[in-house]
């Protein structure tokens, strides 16, 4: 009886041992997966904080892209304005050619 008791005690420990041993590999596992969630989580916040700076980037660079073509009509603008300005000149000096020319042709 004593032979089956210890049997049977010792079967026990051995199923108990056998329990922790699984146990304390499933809370390692355990561990384990959690550390990956948190680094896959991790990485995701990362990849959104960079997603959202380059599309923050690319409207900005888009944005500028619109405002260069306003630069480029206000040098067009410089442009023609210097011509008008220099076929204004030419215009006022032949009207005072004229004029000159009609005062001396009045006073003759």
């Known amino acids: 009886m004593q032979s089956a ?3 049977f005690e010792k079967e026990l420990a051995k199923k108990d041992q056998e329990h922790r041993v699984e146990t304390e590999t499933l809370v390692l596992q355990n561990e384990r997966l959690v550390s990956c969630l948190l680094a896959s989580k991790q990485k995701q916040t990362h990849n959104t904080k960079v997603k959202n700076i380059e599309e923050a980037e690319r409207e900005r660079e888009e944005s500028m892209n619109v ?7 206000i040098e067009i603008i410089q442009k023609e304005n210097k011509e008008l300005t220099e076929k204004l000149n030419g215009l006022t000096t032949i009207i005072e050619e004229l004029v000159s020319f009609l005062l001396s042709k009045k006073s003759q």
């Open 5 to 7: 008791q210890l049997d």
């Open 67 to 73: 405002v260069h073509p306003l630069e480029g009509n």
